[in-house]
């Protein structure tokens, strides 16, 4: 098992940074890829980055490239989406995952993050 806990929410107005983290535990991190998603109310969830292992690859959403940028660090078991110029439509919750195989299995309780216009 793998537990994980999302922190660095908060209401932010338009143009604005947030930092998320990520807290993993329950296996050796470096196993994990870890991603992040979101769902905005009355929306799917949906992806919006991940990093590997080694941190050598990391693939982002449309619409967060050059706004949100995926990172971790090994030694502390963190994963982190800075979110630069943020826009009302990033409103959501956010959500830290993890993956061993093909499948996303591990799941955060989620962090709300609201973008002000």
């Known amino acids: 098992q793998v537990q994980l806990v999302e922190s660095g929410g908060g209401l932010v107005q338009a143009g604005g940074s947030l930092r998320l983290s990520c807290a993993a535990s329950?296996?050796?991190?470096?196993?994990?890829?870890m991603g992040w998603f979101r769902q905005a109310p009355g929306k799917e969830r949906e992806f919006v980055a991940s990093i590997s292992w080694n941190r050598l690859t990391t693939t982002a959403a449309d619409s967060v490239k050059g706004r949100f940028t995926i990172s971790r660090d090994n030694a502390k078991n963190t994963v982190y989406l800075q979110m630069n110029s943020l826009k009302p439509e990033d409103t959501a919750v956010y959500y830290c995952?993890?993956?061993?195989?093909?499948?996303?299995?591990?799941w955060g309780q989620g962090t709300q993050v609201t973008v002000s216009s």
């Open positions: 329950g296996r050796p991190f470096s196993m994990l890829t």
């Open positions: 995952a993890a993956r061993i195989s093909s499948t996303w299995g591990y």
